[in-house]
């Protein structure tokens, strides 16, 4: 939310154009890219959203055409599609059976609390209750007797009508967006998904209608300080550019990749990633442009995700490795830590990976900014990432001679050491290591230290060479 007071002084513009004349004025190729640039919009202004998860794309492109065939009688040059396909159709069978599972189960769930609400509300004639007049409730058959332990119990979880329907909602959109095969909205935009030379398509809407998660990343990063409302952001001396890439589903790599050399062209320094997907089928795509934003001296900062799974085994993309296996030197990995320093350090959704996250830093129950001037706590490595993208900022608010790779070994070699607590590993909670087993420093981010180390290096020249 470009508009929210909390943020709107921070938010970068592009001088290069003049707003809203309908004209190219930069030559860029984007047309009134004031404040940066939606990839997923198409140029009459519609937005993309709800889509599907790349592996429900994958097995929508590939399961006539293989279902039905043996890898052995194909060439050797299908094979690795084949493979690719065998591997998203379990996922995603799996994955539409528990969904419609729980469907059912909610739906069944529905029924016998409405039955024993129309019991209740029977006995105590009205539909607005509490749990003290049901408790006071004697039951004169067996019915109403069911029906009072089962309300009783819904009114202990706090559950309600409303929650289950909201829970069947859920389900339900999951399964006619996320895990729909025929649900391909950015196909409407026009442009080819393969060449990434066709590269000029979308539109200036920054909100896109679903601005809540962007706005919330963005004001931990650049949020005014000291104007007595919101909060503080950390960056300090920051500007934030606007790049829309994902759609409420599965991001696609090509607009993954447009957007990274978008923000390295118009003079981004560092580049928050707050999303991720288990495949990445167009990955060459991506791994051209984080080489790209690398030679420039760009900074890209990454979430783990949020499935409480080992990054190390189940691959989180975008990644720092690339397709040849070398590895980028201007790419962080980061997890969410909780509040406290204990078995419950990491925060139980956090992925981690004693290889492939780099450090942890907070995402549990952030607070940051809401479109409409308003603020909210989200959790997630989504909240975490700007963390470190925030720190980072505000050390080249004050060192701006740091290359991207010298800022990137400070964040790692300054983190606050908690290498040796015995934490939760998430998603096991009864299986526990040392923190440094599940990430590559065994540490959290620490703006004091790392500022103290930005100081002493640039005082001392002691800078790696670019």
Not at 182 to 192: A, E, F, Q, S
Not at 295 to 301: D, H, N, Q, S
Not at 325 to 342: K, Q
Not at 432 to 440: A, L, S, T
Request: proline residues 3%; glycine residues 10%; negative net charge.
């Amino acid at each position: 939310d470009v508009d929210h007071d909390d943020i709107t002084e921070n938010i970068w513009e592009n001088t290069g154009e003049i707003p809203d004349n309908g004209i190219d004025d930069d030559h860029n190729g984007y047309v009134d890219d004031i404040h940066g640039w939606n990839f997923i919009g198409r140029e009459d202004g519609e937005n993309i959203s709800g889509e599907s998860l790349e592996y429900t794309r994958i097995f929508a492109a590939y399961d006539e055409k293989y279902s039905k065939v043996e890898r052995r009688d194909l060439p050797k040059g299908e094979r690795k599609d084949y493979d690719l396909y065998l591997k998203v159709k379990d996922i995603y069978l799996s994955e539409l059976e528990q969904a419609n599972s729980n469907l059912q189960v909610y739906k069944v769930f529905r029924h016998k609390y409405s039955t024993a609400h129309s019991y209740i509300a029977a006995v105590l004639n009205k539909d607005d209750y509490t749990k003290e007049e049901v408790e006071a409730i004697s039951p004169e058959n067996e019915n109403i007797a069911w029906a009072k332990r089962f309300i009783i119990a819904m009114k202990n979880d706090n559950i309600t009508l409303s929650s289950i329907d909201q829970w069947i909602s859920n389900v339900q959109s999951r399964l006619d967006t996320k895990l729909n095969r025929d649900n391909m909205p950015r196909l409407t935009i026009g442009d080819d998904l393969t060449d990434i030379t066709d590269s000029i398509y979308g539109n200036n809407d920054y909100n896109g209608g679903t601005a809540s998660h962007g706005t919330s990343v963005a004001g931990v990063i650049g949020a005014l300080g000291g104007n007595g409302m919101g909060i503080d952001g950390i960056g300090g001396d920051v500007k934030v550019m606007v790049v829309r890439v994902v759609p409420g589903g599965d991001e696609y790599d090509k607009d993954v990749a447009l957007g990274i050399r978008y923000a390295v062209n118009n003079g981004a320094q560092i580049i928050n990633c707050s999303f991720g997907k288990m495949f990445s089928p167009q990955k060459e795509m991506v791994d051209d442009a984080i080489r790209y934003a690398e030679k420039r001296g760009v900074l890209i900062i990454h979430a783990a995700g949020n499935e409480g799974l080992n990054n190390d085994k189940n691959l989180r993309y975008p990644t720092k490795r690339f397709n040849d296996n070398d590895e980028a030197n201007n790419f962080i990995d980061v997890g969410a830590s909780g509040s406290f320093i204990g078995s419950a350090l990491p925060a139980s959704f956090s992925n981690y990976g004693k290889k492939s996250v780099d450090l942890f830093a907070p995402g549990a129950n952030i607070t940051s900014l809401a479109p409409g001037n308003r603020t909210s706590s989200p959790s997630g490595t989504s909240m975490a990432a700007p963390v470190v993208a925030g720190v980072a900022a505000m050390l080249l608010s004050y060192f701006p001679e740091l290359p991207a790779v010298e800022l990137k070994e400070i964040l790692l070699a300054s983190v606050y050491d908690v290498g040796s607590v015995k934490v939760s590993v998430p998603g096991e909670t009864k299986k526990k290591k040392k923190f440094k087993k599940i990430c590559k420093t065994g540490g959290i981010v620490n703006a004091y230290s790392a500022v103290k180390m930005a100081d002493e290096r640039t005082s001392q020249g002691l800078q790696s060479k670019k």
